[in-house]
């Protein structure tokens, strides 16, 4: 698995106190240790946000073909004034691209939305296993990672045996999963085979219902030990689990909040009773990667 290192991100100020470690990933990049994620972000207040987020402190930008906001995000990066060889933005490939010279095509379109020449980091967003083409999806991103249009590649919500089939397929192992995970969606099971891999777990609405987390007597309880939020306390066991999780936040105030979880640490009962809160029904809108399709 990749290395927890000090990353070379700059001081974020109020709230923020450190620099955002990193990881390395299986293919020598690194990864920031917390991102920021973008969804539904659109706009002039989207880029107004986004542009916020940058200045915080986030230098992982999280976006994709189906949030229809690539264009904002490349605006937002420009204007920032942020150096761009420190930011890694992400976006996905949705389902009706997966067919092999669609998804080159896809590939070259993102990077023309968002005006950059290279996408630091290109995900497959969904397997859509009834459909059956991620193979062929993910040959195509391993030949844009050649051809030097993406720099790191992955996949988001592929289970076990999709992960078994590409790596199968074309001898090439995603540097990263980004899976929903959360307290009540602790994905344990997938954090063992990703670990086994070394594929990096990224989690997508990492707080899950924020509301009904926020108010669990087992988060409020280390919250108040801690002296901090209850959201920075899941994002803290985000973190000790070893995944990157993609807050979402409009807000400059709830944008350093999210940041601020590096100068303390949780008990690794605390880290254990957190992820006891896993629920069978814990899905939140009970996408199922085995059977879901995203076009």
């Given at each position: 698995?990749?290395?927890?290192?000090?990353?070379?991100?700059?001081?974020?100020?109020?709230?923020?106190?450190?620099m955002i470690p990193s990881y390395e990933l299986n293919?020598?990049?690194?990864?920031?240790?917390?991102?920021?994620?973008?969804?539904?972000?659109?706009?002039?207040?989207?880029?107004?946000?986004?542009?916020?987020?940058?200045?915080?402190?986030?230098?992982?930008?999280?976006?994709?073909?189906?949030?229809?906001?690539?264009?904002?995000?490349?605006?937002?990066?420009?204007?920032?004034?942020?150096?761009?060889?420190?930011?890694?933005?992400?976006?996905?490939?949705?389902?009706?691209?997966?067919?092999?010279?669609?998804?080159?095509?896809?590939?070259?379109?993102?990077?023309?939305?968002?005006?950059?020449?290279?996408?630091?980091?290109?995900?497959?967003?969904?397997?859509?296993?009834?459909?059956?083409?991620?193979?062929?999806?993910?040959?195509?991103?391993?030949?844009?990672?050649?051809?030097?249009?993406?720099?790191?590649?992955?996949?988001?919500?592929?289970?076990?045996?999709?992960?078994?089939?590409?790596?199968?397929?074309?001898?090439?192992?995603?540097?990263?999963?980004?899976?929903?995970?959360?307290?009540?969606?602790?994905?344990?099971?997938?954090?063992?085979?990703?670990?086994?891999?070394?594929?990096?777990?990224?989690?997508?609405?990492?707080?899950?219902?924020?509301?009904?987390?926020?108010?669990?007597?087992?988060?409020?309880?280390?919250?108040?030990?801690?002296?901090?939020?209850?959201?920075?306390?899941?994002?803290?066991?985000?973190?000790?689990?070893?995944?990157?999780?993609?807050?979402?936040?409009?807000?400059?105030?709830?944008?350093?909040?999210?940041?601020?979880?590096?100068?303390?640490?949780?008990?690794?009962?605390?880290?254990?009773?957190?992820?006891?809160?896993?629920?069978?029904?814990?899905?939140?809108?009970?996408?199922?990667?085995?059977?879901?399709?995203?076009?």
């Amino acid at each position: 698995m990749g290395r927890f290192q000090c990353g070379s991100g700059p001081e974020a100020g109020g709230n923020v106190r450190g620099m955002i470690p990193s990881y390395e990933l299986n293919d020598g990049t690194t990864l920031p240790a917390i991102g920021f994620g973008t969804y539904p972000l659109r706009g002039a207040d989207g880029v107004e946000s986004l542009i916020s987020a940058l200045h915080t402190g986030y230098r992982l930008i999280d976006s994709a073909v189906n949030y229809e906001n690539e264009g904002a995000v490349g605006e937002a990066v420009r204007r920032s004034g942020v150096p761009r060889e420190e930011i890694v933005i992400t976006s996905k490939l949705p389902g009706r691209h997966h067919g092999y010279a669609d998804a080159t095509a896809a590939v070259r379109e993102s990077a023309y939305r968002l005006g950059v020449e290279q996408i630091d980091l290109y995900l497959i967003h969904w397997p859509n296993p009834i459909t059956g083409r991620y193979v062929e999806a993910w040959q195509a991103l391993v030949d844009a990672q050649s051809a030097g249009v993406l720099r790191t590649i992955g996949v988001s919500n592929f289970l076990p045996e999709h992960l078994d089939a590409i790596i199968a397929a074309t001898g090439v192992t995603p540097a990263v999963n980004q899976v929903e995970l959360h307290p009540y969606f602790p994905q344990v099971a997938q954090r063992a085979s990703h670990a086994e891999l070394g594929v990096r777990t990224e989690s997508w609405s990492p707080l899950g219902r924020a509301g009904e987390v926020f108010a669990d007597p087992v988060i409020t309880a280390i919250a108040s030990a801690h002296g901090r939020t209850p959201s920075q306390v899941v994002l803290r066991w985000q973190v000790q689990l070893g995944s990157v999780p993609l807050p979402k936040a409009a807000s400059a105030e709830r944008q350093a909040e999210n940041l601020a979880v590096f100068d303390f640490e949780l008990a690794d009962d605390e880290v254990a009773a957190i992820t006891a809160l896993g629920r069978p029904d814990g899905r939140l809108f009970g996408a199922d990667p085995a059977s879901h399709e995203e076009m």
